[in-house]
């Protein structure tokens, strides 16, 4: 069956880009043999220019003119001859293609980038209803239609378990703990080459510390303990910047970190490993080394200074740092705790990669999986609980690589770590972390099948590209 590809385009004051959009974009499908039709969506009025609104009224009237697939592409990426793009039926789910652009050195830009090229189906659009109509100025939008992407099971989600039946610990966040008494199986286990690992989930708790916002002036970066040796804290931590951490210290008491993007409410197997002879750490997510790539972790393997420090004859505590003093809102975990191992070596990538069904049993000094623990520990106001659990992977659009050139255009995103275009973006980003990501948006009544305006006029460009002057 021959498929009607629509190309669906914001477009505002890029009158240059335009030039060079339509006839090298135009080459560029005609010599892979798709139909298509160019539409370009024209915000003419004086207000902030909305590119989710734009995107889903370009939408609309592809539809509207016989087209059975999109792609909402933003005017100024190109696709590079040779680059992979494709630009054909997604049958799979929704397609990223702009995965490798020149402004970022061919690289992804961020993990769950998902802006620049993506294409949807009829379905995909009706299941999603599109773009938000309420993302102004600059930001997020796309993030948006990421997460809708989501919620309607159309990323490309994989599991490194399901359905797996699990006891575990719930942490409540105010007084919740565990201590493994220090004996001489863990004696001295931090300092030389060893190995910690933890089966967990993690909550935010707004309620004591604001999710971290790239546009809240008083921002401010904080850790919640599940694994902790106190002192110069060592262990691993969910952030309020939806990510898991790693924490250690040197003999010198210089700090080192590392960290991996992760969302709440997600059971996930965090691996530390430390090598004292080649100084490096490496921190795993569910059994895969992290990667720095996209904005997804930090640098892993990691180079330390010095030796390690050591900690004499101190416990190990989960789900509480007793290094905090009692009123501290960093002083213990919202989670849940179901598996803590830890070996006196450095496990190699291989049996990292197989944690989650074989545990190895050289070197393991603690031995806590709730199933069956075969360690000493006490446990502080829990709430013991047996349930039916799923490991997911992180979760990324289905994508194609392809190659693009970005034409040169002013940066409107994040310089310096602040927003270019200042409190525009920072409420965009307000709606997205703390309403969509928090489930409290109803997504179905806010898109293209909402979305209001008014046509002010059509011009036509090619008999294959026109433009479309609007005003919202």
């Known amino acids: 069956m021959k498929h009607k590809l629509g190309v669906c385009v914001p477009y505002r004051n890029r009158e240059i880009h335009l030039h060079e959009f339509i006839p090298k ?16 969506c024209h915000q003419a009025d004086d207000k902030l220019f909305n590119r989710g609104a734009t995107k889903n009224i370009a939408a609309k009237h592809a539809f509207e ?22 630009y054909s039926y997604p049958t799979e789910g929704p397609r990223h293609i702009a995965t490798q652009i020149s402004q970022m050195d061919y690289q992804l830009k961020y993990h769950e980038y998902f802006g620049g090229a993506v294409l949807f189906t009829k379905e995909h659009v009706e299941a999603t209803n599109g773009y938000s109509n309420n993302y102004w100025d600059w930001g997020m939008e796309d993030d948006d239609l990421f997460y809708r992407c989501h919620l309607e099971g159309l990323t490309n989600d994989s599991y490194l378990q399901k359905n797996l039946r699990q006891k575990f610990h719930r942490f409540n966040g105010n007084s919740s703990h565990i201590k493994i008494p220090f004996d001489n199986r863990i004696k001295g286990l931090t300092s030389s080459s060893h190995t910690v690992s ?7 708790q707004p309620e004591k510390n604001p999710i971290f916002l790239i546009g809240d002036k008083k921002n401010n970066y904080v850790e919640y303990p599940i694994f902790r040796i106190a002192g110069y804290d060592y262990g691993i931590s969910f952030n309020n910047s939806k990510a898991m951490t790693l924490t250690y210290w040197n003999n010198f008491n210089a700090h080192n970190y590392m960290w991996v993007k992760r969302y709440d409410n997600q059971w996930s197997w965090v ?32 180079e330390w200074a010095g030796n390690l420090k050591s900690y004499s004859n101190k416990s190990i505590t989960l789900g509480m ?25 450095a496990l190699d990538s291989e049996e990292v990669a197989k944690l989650h069904s074989t545990v190895p049993i050289e070197g393991k000094k ?73 489930n409290k948006v109803d997504y179905k009544s806010d898109g293209i099948k909402q979305v209001e305006y008014e046509v002010v006029k059509e011009t036509i460009f090619t008999p294959w590209a026109k433009m479309i002057d609007i005003k919202l």
């Not at 974009?25 to 139909?35: C, D, M, R, S, T």
């Not at 100024?76 to 494709?86: F, L, R, S, T, W």
């Open 271 to 302: 691996t530390a490993v430390f090598n004292t002879e080649t100084k490096t750490s490496h921190f795993y997510l569910n059994g895969t080394e992290i990667d720095s790539k996209g904005g997804f972790g930090s640098p892993s393997p990691y």
């Open 65 to 86: 003119d016989g087209c059975d697939y999109i792609v909402w592409h933003d005017i100024d990426m190109i696709p590079e001859e040779g680059g992979g793009c494709d």
């Open 25 to 40: 974009v135009g080459k560029y499908l005609k010599n892979q043999g798709i139909e298509f039709q160019m539409y370009f």
């Open 321 to 345: 740092s007793e290094s905090e003093p009692d009123d501290s809102t960093t002083k213990y975990l919202k989670g849940d705790i179901a598996k803590v191992f830890a070996w006196d070596r």
């Open 366 to 438: 603690v031995d806590l999986d709730f199933n069956s623990p075969n360690h000493t520990y006490k446990v502080f106001e829990t709430d013991f609980r047996e349930d039916t659990i799923d490991i997911p992977n992180s979760i990324i659009p289905h994508r194609v690589e392809g190659k693009m050139r970005c034409l040169p255009h002013e940066d409107e995103g994040i310089v310096n770590g602040r927003f270019v275009k200042g409190e525009t973006t920072a409420a965009n980003e307000r709606r997205y972390v703390l309403q969509m990501q928090q």
């Open 198 to 204: 933890v089966l967990c989930r993690a909550y935010q």
